[in-house]
């Protein structure tokens, strides 16, 4: 569990729609998100907590200290819900103390996927909860909250429910400036698609965050715009599937993810263009060039497969083959030989047998990852694999997990391996653990030590890999690498 510092921003198109009362825009009140889950979350998080600024909302460090506790949740990972639940317990605790201590009422917020799947279930089994939301709603916070306000004064309940899928983007409720604590951020998350059409059979992303919706492209490069004039230098577009991207422009034109990164890498300041997460189906020809052809866009690749077994691949409804994805791997790595891999792999879905399992070690082996995620299958409550006969037996699922992990961990040391010698430019984000060092990252996300003065923090080096220390590296500063 990660919990996420709120930003405060003013956002006077918020305040004027949710219309709050002037005595709640006026109060000074604190909130702390408790963000799990994804990049995704980490960003609705940072919205969340300026939505609520003109309602007189600042950043709390803990949730001792908060009027307004809210957890932002995920609902990929097994029993997302009891983790929840046991959360809201210890939460109850935390505001029956503050109250006792202060006098002073906090009210508890459950957003994200698991609010989106549970809705009325939280407030029947935590009915101390005064709000559930999903994660397309949070733009109706101030309202949400001042329906509470009015309702239970004294802060305990209150169970207003919002987990619909409006028509109206929530996208047209961001700020229009961003705030003081928002300035300085070298690296930042910019949500561009949500939702997914795709319908795996393992997945809740269709039923929690809804169909894939684009946001407009006016939207996309005003956001863009406002990061790189407050020092961002690398931008990484979000959605459940990226590259799904069509963004309207007000002329009525789509763009797909291709241009929008073009777009994006075209913006005064921004030297890096990362995108995440991708789904196979959808990386287009021009996609597949922009790898080639776009200098801002980095040459690392998250590309989910999953498996390596055509038939557990079916079963997945991913819509492809492992061929398919070792062709698409191919035509990647024509477009731009020294682009690196990683995806995502789940071992032991029902009815994977051993020479399903060895059809995934077989591809790995033919394509080589830089790095990946893998995980044992666990059922999501109300997805179609849930109820799949054949489950694999726990046991079998570890043991499998053990061997795909020591594949993988195998290839990302040697890949780390194959920096040493090289020259890569690395962005610096801030000191390192020793005296005089800094720290930055490569194009491949690879942490890189090196001795520096303080004031190239920010700035495009250069640095020579003289090591491969653990999961990073370390190396001999160049000098400044070139803008564009």
Same mark, same amino acid.
């Given at each position: 569990?990660?919990?996420?510092?709120?930003?405060?921003?003013?956002?006077?198109?918020?305040?004027?729609?949710?219309?709050?009362?002037?005595?709640?825009?006026?109060?000074?009140?604190?909130?702390?998100?408790?963000?799990?889950?994804?990049?995704?979350?980490?960003?609705?998080?940072?919205?969340?907590?300026?939505?609520?600024?003109?309602?007189?909302?600042?950043?709390?460090?803990?949730? *001792?200290?908060?009027?307004?506790? =809210?957890?932002?949740?995920?609902?990929?990972?097994?029993?997302?819900? /009891?983790?929840?639940?046991?959360?809201?317990?210890?939460?109850?605790?935390?505001?029956?103390?503050?109250?006792?201590?202060?006098?002073?009422?906090?009210?508890?917020?459950?957003?994200?996927?698991?609010?989106?799947?549970?809705?009325?279930?939280?407030?029947?089994?935590?009915?101390?909860?005064?709000?559930?939301?999903?994660?397309?709603?949070?733009?109706? %916070? $101030?309202?949400?909250?001042?329906?509470?306000?009015?309702?239970? #004064?004294?802060?305990?309940?209150?169970?207003?429910?919002?987990?619909?899928?409006?028509?109206?983007?929530?996208?047209? !409720?961001? &700020?229009?400036?961003?705030?003081?604590?928002?300035?300085?951020?070298?690296?930042?998350?910019?949500?561009?698609?949500?939702?997914?059409?795709?319908?795996?059979?393992?997945?809740?992303? &269709?039923?929690?965050?809804?169909?894939?919706?684009?946001?407009?492209? /006016?939207? =996309?490069?005003?956001?863009?715009?406002?990061?790189?004039?407050?020092?961002?230098?690398?931008?990484?577009?979000?959605?459940?599937?990226?590259?799904?991207?069509?963004? #309207?422009?007000?002329?009525?034109?789509?763009?797909?993810?291709?241009?929008?990164?073009?777009?994006?890498?075209?913006?005064?300041?921004?030297?890096? =263009?990362?995108?995440?997460?991708?789904? &196979?189906?959808?990386?287009? /020809?021009?996609?597949?060039?922009?790898?080639?052809?776009? #200098?801002?866009?980095?040459?690392? %690749? +998250?590309?989910?497969?999953?498996?390596?077994?055509?038939?557990?691949?079916?079963?997945?409804?991913?819509? +492809?083959?492992?061929?398919?994805?070792?062709?698409?791997?191919?035509?990647?790595?024509?477009?731009?030989?020294?682009?690196? %891999?990683?995806?995502?792999?789940?071992?032991?879905?029902?009815?994977?047998?051993?020479?399903?399992? *060895?059809?995934?070690?077989?591809?790995?082996?033919?394509?080589?990852?830089?790095?990946?995620?893998?995980?044992?299958?666990? $059922?999501? #409550?109300?997805?179609?694999?849930?109820?799949?006969? +054949?489950?694999?037996?726990?046991?079998?699922?570890?043991?499998?997990?053990?061997?795909?992990?020591?594949?993988?961990?195998?290839?990302?040391?040697? !890949?780390?391996?194959?920096?040493?010698?090289?020259?890569?430019?690395?962005?610096?984000?801030?000191?390192?653990?020793?005296?005089?060092?800094?720290?930055?990252?490569? $194009?491949?996300?690879? &942490?890189?030590? !090196?001795?520096?003065?303080?004031?190239?923090?920010?700035?495009?080096?250069?640095?020579?890999?003289?090591?491969?220390?653990? +999961?990073? %590296?370390?190396?001999?500063?160049?000098? /400044?690498?070139?803008?564009?």
């Amino acid at each position: 569990m990660t919990s996420f510092k709120p930003t405060p921003a003013t956002i006077p198109l918020a305040q004027r729609r949710a219309n709050p009362s002037p005595a709640l825009a006026q109060a000074p009140r604190s909130v702390h998100i408790i963000t799990w889950g994804c990049q995704m979350n980490v960003y609705d998080s940072a919205r969340m907590a300026d939505i609520l600024r003109p309602l007189g909302y600042g950043p709390a460090q803990a949730p *001792e200290e908060a009027d307004m506790v =809210i957890l932002n949740t995920c609902h990929i990972r097994e029993k997302a819900a /009891e983790k929840v639940f046991s959360e809201l317990g210890r939460l109850r605790q935390v505001a029956e103390a503050r109250q006792e201590r202060t006098g002073k009422p906090t009210l508890i917020a459950v957003a994200g996927c698991v609010g989106q799947a549970m809705g009325e279930e939280i407030i029947a089994r935590a009915p101390w909860v005064n709000l559930v939301l999903g994660p397309q709603t949070y733009h109706r %916070l $101030p309202e949400m909250v001042a329906r509470v306000a009015r309702s239970s #004064p004294g802060g305990v309940g209150g169970g207003a429910v919002d987990t619909d899928f409006p028509a109206i983007t929530k996208f047209d !409720f961001l &700020p229009d400036a961003l705030a003081p604590e928002n300035q300085g951020q070298l690296s930042a998350f910019l949500t561009v698609q949500e939702g997914c059409d795709k319908f795996c059979t393992f997945c809740v992303v &269709p039923y929690t965050r809804g169909m894939e919706t684009s946001r407009s492209l /006016e939207s =996309i490069l005003a956001e863009a715009k406002r990061l790189a004039g407050a020092g961002a230098r690398e931008i990484t577009l979000l959605g459940q599937n990226v590259n799904a991207l069509t963004a #309207p422009d007000s002329h009525g034109n789509s763009h797909d993810l291709a241009a929008v990164a073009e777009a994006v890498g075209a913006i005064d300041g921004i030297e890096r =263009i990362r995108y995440t997460t991708s789904h &196979p189906r959808d990386m287009s /020809e021009s996609l597949i060039a922009a790898h080639g052809a776009n #200098p801002t866009l980095m040459p690392f %690749l +998250h590309l989910p497969v999953q498996s390596g077994s055509d038939r557990i691949l079916k079963a997945m409804n991913r819509g +492809h083959s492992a061929a398919d994805y070792t062709a698409l791997v191919e035509r990647l790595r024509a477009a731009r030989p020294d682009l690196a %891999l990683s995806s995502d792999f789940i071992v032991g879905f029902p009815g994977e047998s051993d020479d399903d399992f *060895e059809a995934t070690m077989a591809l790995v082996r033919s394509v080589g990852f830089a790095s990946a995620y893998s995980f044992k299958y666990s $059922p999501r #409550p109300g997805t179609p694999a849930a109820s799949l006969p +054949h489950q694999v037996p726990e046991d079998v699922k570890t043991a499998r997990l053990a061997r795909l992990q020591a594949l993988l961990e195998e290839q990302q040391r040697a !890949f780390n391996e194959s920096m040493v010698g090289t020259v890569q430019d690395i962005l610096v984000s801030g000191p390192g653990r020793k005296e005089g060092q800094l720290t930055g990252r490569s $194009p491949y996300l690879q &942490p890189v030590h !090196f001795t520096g003065e303080a004031g190239l923090v920010g700035k495009m080096v250069k640095v020579h890999i003289d090591k491969c220390v653990s +999961h990073s %590296l370390a190396g001999t500063l160049l000098g /400044e690498a070139g803008a564009r």
